[in-house]
């Protein structure tokens, strides 16, 4: 918002940004990674008044179809996005996901979320897919345990549940549990806001134990985000776990919140002997920034810090793993 108040408008040119590093505009993007910049239901968790978040979702939608329509869907005889199928909706019949024994007959994650998204914008980018078969694909059969903040439909625990046959899985969101939510006893769900502990204890007192996979996938504010996390790392996360913070780019994005519009502080001409690096400060990637700050305190200062062991930055997408 403005300095009075007002949501600030869409910049005509798509040109200004390409979130998803993709050498593309934003209007430019396809089915498979532009809309995966955001979410179309922005949640305000902490916001009691329904008008405010009501305000904000209508902000996303209209932002979502300016910024992030596919083109291809909206050319003649394509059906554009009224044939598309609603968030998160099961695009095959549940007999067909599991074999005789149970298990999935996919091994290949990709595979797996095309089924269950099909051409939904709200998708799991490819270079998501691809970073959670890096870390998991070795371990995908282990009785691992997962929490996911922010499930919307439910498509993506579907995801899980067919991609790590033995995990247990906890989704959590502000919403009512989705009316397609799997019944499974090893698939939980927690309604509660990202930011509550109470509702992120009980997270944990379903899983019985500390989760080894940490996904937020849920209001993308940076300060819910930083809530969550100051919370679970330390306390609900295995040692060796991964912690993922999904679209970051809604940092860069006026009609959040927190975003502004992207600023190209690397390629700028500073004087010499410049002190003070120039760089983006907003939403989550401020967040991520101050994790950064946090691997080097104890060097710095001699103070404790976070467990932290690595931190992996890829277009969109933060993984931090726990020491």
Partial sequence: MDNDGHMPSVR????????????????SLGRRHGSDYGRRTLVLARAEDLRVIQLFR????????????DTDALAPGSGGNAERPRHGTCTADEA?????????????LEAIVDRHYGNDFN??????????????ASRRLEPLRILE????AGASIFVWRDYFPNATIVGLDIRDRPAKFPED???????????????????????LAPFDLII????????????????LFPKYLKLGGYYIIEDLGTSFLPQFPDGVWFTDGLRRDDPPNTAIFASHQNGMVGFV????????KTLATGGAALPIESITIRTNLAVVKKA
């Fill in 12 to 27: 005509p040119s798509p040109h200004v940004i390409d979130p998803m590093g993709l050498g593309r505009p934003l209007c």
């Fill in 58 to 69: 209508r902000a996303w939608d209209f932002v979502r179809r300016v910024a992030f329509q």
């Fill in 96 to 108: 067909s996901v599991r074999g005789a024994n149970g298990a999935p007959r996919e091994t290949d």
């Fill in 123 to 136: 998708r799991k980018a490819s270079i998501y897919v691809e970073e959670y078969e890096r870390l998991f």
């Fill in 149 to 152: 903040l922010g499930v919307l």
């Fill in 185 to 207: 006893e090893r698939i939980h769900y927690v309604q509660g806001s990202q930011a509550d502990p109470s509702s992120l204890d009980k997270a944990f007192q379903v899983a």
């Fill in 216 to 231: 937020d996938d849920a209001s993308h504010i940076g300060d819910l985000t930083k809530r969550s996390f100051l919370y």
């Fill in 289 to 296: 920034k101050q994790l950064v700050d946090e691997t080097m």
